[in-house]
């Protein structure tokens, strides 16, 4: 694991193996034809990320244009900010503005927004799609 921030060639594998990895098994509410890939995936992708990386996980709360909200999770990697599913938060007139409070939370925490089976299928997914990367 590492304590230094990922260089941009590491971020862009870290993405690529990501969106091979996201499926509708591994999201709460996966529709690719009205949203991103990783709308839903914030959690489990948090908890890959700082199991394969090291770091921390981090959380926010993200407000909907309804007025609730969501919690949302997402790493911090020698002392900088990755979010691997921000582009979840461009669907026009559903979000507001995407704010970081940068809250420390724990993979266990993240789980508790994980369904059952969700987070084994992106561990296996991601390690494979990784593994293709190298």
Known sequence: MT??????????????????????KTSVC?????????????????????????GEILKTSVKKHDGSSIRHFYNRIGGRRYDFTADQF?????????????????AADAETETLSGQLETIRIAFSLALGNES
């Open 90 to 106: 461009n669907i026009p007139n559903y979000w507001r503005e995407l704010f970081y409070e940068d809250i420390v939370s724990s």
């Open 3 to 24: 304590s230094a921030p990922l260089t941009a060639s590491t971020q862009s594998k870290i993405r690529r193996a990501l969106e091979q990895s996201w499926s509708d």
């Open 30 to 54: 996966f529709n690719p034809d009205i949203a991103p890939r990783s709308y839903g995936q914030c959690a489990p992708t948090a908890v890959v990320v700082f199991e394969t990386f090291g």
